[in-house]
């Protein structure tokens, strides 16, 4: 099975989905001619041709809009916006159109568009390069919500969006686009350098949405994350020395209560770690879940570790993000509780 990291595994879902379906295409900020920002869409358009790998001008309104059309009339098109930041000139198509159309057509209409747009910081790109705003998206009626943590759940969850008749936003954390941490998460990543990091088939494949993962079985205590948070969990954990069952999230919505409620009431502990500001982010969703489903079975309160409760500090990026020291003193946290 060939090693792929995460942009790879991105560019080969889209051209396996793109070779099996002639109404595919894709359209967004340099994604042609350029091959992403990020590379993830290199070489399709030459492949694929203009009219089926479409540079944009720079307007996330009009990309998005334009999508909605094209899905409405037959196709299915992947959009990228090129930062998950720019996502909000176009956030009033995403909510007024795209949400609504098949409810407030009565099912006669649907725009089975996705939204592709790399999210998080950890690449030194300031306040408008590296936020989080996948909150946002989840509370947008109508709208699915996917965050991978791994190359081979990443194509196999872009492969499963773009074949949903829902639309769907796809976030893709750039700071694991070239794959796990080696060894401390909390070093810097470079996005554009290329070294595989994980087994990705070559071909068709589907991991189906709305399913979390457990990533590590445990019994001392159960940790919810998502994307980059996963592995921070993961080395968090290690430091500690706790026998921690790690929960990818990997749909936030609709989101697996069964999957979350159960490993909980296996373990009675559990903390939420997201990279997002903490104030009103998904993990306070998440641990309302948590904390009605599994009241009774709780031996401690649920701890959140999340971001800073500002704008992004590009000067303490790291500082910033919930290192595993600080989910390390989460974990110990919910472990000393009586």
């Known amino acids: 099975m060939p090693q792929m990291n995460m942009i790879e595994a991105i560019r080969s879902g889209l051209d396996v989905v793109m070779a099996k379906d002639p109404n595919i295409?894709?359209?967004?900020?340099?994604?042609?001619?350029?091959?992403?920002?990020?590379?993830?869409?290199d070489g399709l358009q030459r492949k694929y041709g203009e009219h089926r790998v479409i540079d944009a001008?720079?307007?996330e309104g009009g990309i998005i809009g334009t999508a909605i059309?094209?899905?409405?009339?037959?196709?299915?098109p992947v959009a990228e916006i090129q930062f998950a930041d720019y996502i909000y000139p176009g956030v009033d198509q995403v909510v007024s159109e795209l949400g609504r159309l098949r409810h407030r057509s009565g099912g006669e209409f649907f725009s089975p568009v996705t939204i592709r747009t790399p999210c998080g910081g950890g690449i030194r790109g300031g306040q408008t390069h590296s936020q989080s705003p996948e909150a946002i998206s989840t509370h947008i009626s109508g709208?699915?919500?996917?965050?991978?943590?791994?190359?081979?759940?990443?194509?196999g969850l872009l492969i499963s969006s773009i074949?949903?008749?829902?639309?769907?936003i796809f976030f893709e954390p750039k700071r694991i686009y070239n794959g796990p941490f080696d060894g401390d998460p909390d070093k810097p990543a470079v996005p554009w350098t290329s070294h595989p990091k994980g087994e990705v088939p070559q071909g068709y494949y589907t991991v189906p949405l709305g399913a979390a993962e457990v990533v590590e079985e445990g019994s001392d205590l159960t940790i919810i994350a998502y994307g980059t948070l996963v592995h921070v969990a993961q080395a968090a954990a290690k430091l500690v020395g706790v026998n921690a069952e790690i929960v990818d999230v990997r749909t936030l919505s609709p989101l697996d209560t069964e999957t979350l409620t159960q490993s909980v009431k296996k373990t009675g502990r559990c903390l939420v770690a997201h990279e997002a500001t903490r104030f009103s982010g998904f993990g306070a969703e998440l641990t309302a879940t948590v904390q009605e489903e599994c009241f009774y079975h709780l031996e401690a309160p649920i701890e959140r570790v999340a971001g800073w409760d500002t704008p992004y500090p590009h000067a303490f990026e790291w500082q910033y993000f919930p290192g595993q020291k600080r989910i390390a003193a989460g974990i110990r946290k919910v472990m000393d509780a009586k």
């Open 25 to 41: 295409v894709v359209l967004g900020e340099d994604v042609g001619y350029f091959g992403g920002v990020f590379r993830c869409t």
């Open 57 to 59: 001008p720079i307007s």
């Open 69 to 76: 059309g094209m899905g409405v009339n037959g196709l299915r």
């Open 143 to 155: 709208i699915k919500t996917v965050i991978p943590s791994n190359p081979y759940d990443a194509k």
């Open 163 to 168: 074949e949903s008749d829902d639309p769907v």
